[in-house]
């Protein structure tokens, strides 16, 4: 026999022998809590499903052994399974072997929505009608298509839901009938018949508010001003008559309520007259915050520094809610609840409760980000510090431009105020181009949310510096052991939807920064200043724009060249002008490195596009400068360069994923045509 029938002889043997221990499709074992459950007649398709039921319910039922109760359950589950997967004629029986269950399955016919009409509708499109008379199927088996399994009950929730759609869209009669199944057994389909009865179209039609408005009229206005005109319905009406009572609620009037009076077929016309009454009631001070003893004393010092400016005051709901978060910021609470009580005609009293989180914390975190490249970290963390409500933390992080590492102390509630305050002891070894830095630094710091917007900060530092370069010269790396003491503030005004992952709203910040030498030589003194602004919109429900405007000055005495190279300002990078590398831009060393400026400024047109959940595509436009001469931050641009590209951002809940590519399309000299950045978090 020739040498290749033998390897085909071999190769079809060695086939057939793994084929035999392919177990036979339509027979299959599950082991559960020690039991074994044989069922036979499954399909390939259905095998998993199968085997996730039996595994659940013998789970739940903690049996140690096969009974008679518990093979009739297998049963019973597993063919209201098979129903909701599309086989309405499944039939599941049951029998106990040698101590063990045995369950046969007759699947029957898997069958599949067919054709779907609907007869009546003359207002919505077909195909909204459809998605939401399929969307309880979707949402149970975590589908899409439109290939969808037929299931009778499903379809019904469905025609629940065409039902009230039409109600929605004002249509208050709307009644939409039993759907009608045609069953199809040679293409395995069912088809559907929706009737539907629309009914009379009812709008709002004038809408008063009486009663006692107090100040809030224009604000009360505003609610109803939508109203005029638009489709009849009583959840609007309601959310239209709870958003009233919340504007008088968060003014102080702890039992303001607001009554309506809408009667449809009053007059026969389809126009709904409407009336809101508003009864705001007293005004209501706060006139004790009550801490529930079962909390720890470092936990009742936080909760009581961040509330106790509530005394004495009128209530506010958004008041509150500026505290509340505050405290559960510091961490030390997994729950808190708030629950006002009214105590007489216009005071209450607040009650906090709640449930402490664990006081010891660790976590590794890794990462890539294109200028440093590898990130890799740990962190700890001692909440509740010696039942103060302080918080101590040890940080060390190692990265591809070098290492760093903190001890911060938190307090919370500094001078048992809302105010919080840290401490922070670091030092870091930092390589990047031609030049090594090393520093310890010691800095505290001082800040304060005032309301949900506004916050304020002031610190104070401390740092002795080292720089070495075995390429740069004196001139160029500057000054290269420094000390320095530094004092600034900072004030942020945030009316963003959201710090990580804005869609609406505009940031403006400002920092000052004074830095004297303490080395006793006087060489590095200077005045820094950083102004930033951005601007985001919506333009659909998916497109959105952005704008951002940032910049930087350093005012030094002796210029650019009386400045450490780490101090200086640079632009390029992944939050800068994206056609350069990260700090690139600008006059370089003969090897190459940046040398930066005493004036930085960035301008950003940025549209992002979600083409589905969670991930979008950008394109964005830059523009920005780095200047040795000039130091104003207010000074007009000037020398700008730029950057046309896009990027994709995936959305995660600490901020996105961005990729961006930016070009260059006003290259000089050896500048790059372009660059790629990967970071975690928006450009601004």
Known sequence: MKPLTLLIIALLGIGLCAASDVPDSDEMTVSANGLDVSVKGVGKTSRDDVKNVIELQVALSQDAAATAPLADDLAFFLRQRYQELGYPQAVVTWELINGQVSLSVEEGIHYLVGAIRFAGNSVAKDEDLKQLLLRPTHEKLGTKGDKVAFVETDIKKGAELVQRYFQAQGYLEAVVAEPQFTQHPESETVDLLLKIKQGQSYLFGEVNVTGDLQDQTRTVNEQISELG???????????????????????????????????????????????????????????????????????????????????????????????????????????????????????????????????????????YETFQGPILGVEARKMNLWNTGDALLAKAEVSGTGFNGAIRMVDPAFLNSPFNADIELAAQSLSVFDYTRHTINLRASVNRHWDTHITTGIFAEISENTLTSPTLTPLELGPATYGLATVGAALTFDYRDSSVLPTKGYYAGLTVTDATDINGDGQVNYLRTDLAFSFYQPITKKLRAAFNARASAINSKGGVDALPIDLRLFNGGATSVRSFPEREMGTKSKSGTPLGGTLSQVFTMELSYEIISNLELAAFVDAGSVSPTRSNVLSSPNGLRYAVGAGIRYKLPIGPLRIDYGYNPSRRGNEPIGALHIALGFAF
Do not use: W
């Open 229 to 367: 005109g638009q489709p009849f319905n009583e959840v609007k009406l309601e959310s239209v008559r709870g958003a009233i009572e919340s504007i008088y609620q968060r003014s102080g009037h702890f039992h303001a309520a607001v009554t309506l009076n809408a009667n449809p077929t009053a007059n026969g016309s389809g126009e709904v007259p409407v009336e809101f009454h508003v009864t705001p009631g007293p005004k209501f001070r706060i006139s004790e915050v009550k801490i529930a003893p079962n909390l720890s004393k470092g936990a009742q010092r936080v909760a009581r520094s961040s509330f106790k400016r509530a005394k004495g005051r009128y209530y506010s709901p958004e008041e509150l809610d500026i505290m509340h978060r505050r405290v559960l910021d510091t961490d030390i609470f997994s729950r808190l609840d708030l629950k006002p009580m009214a105590d007489s005609e216009d005071t209450l009293s607040l009650e906090l409760s709640g449930e402490e989180g664990p006081t010891r914390r660790l976590s590794v975190f890794a990462g």
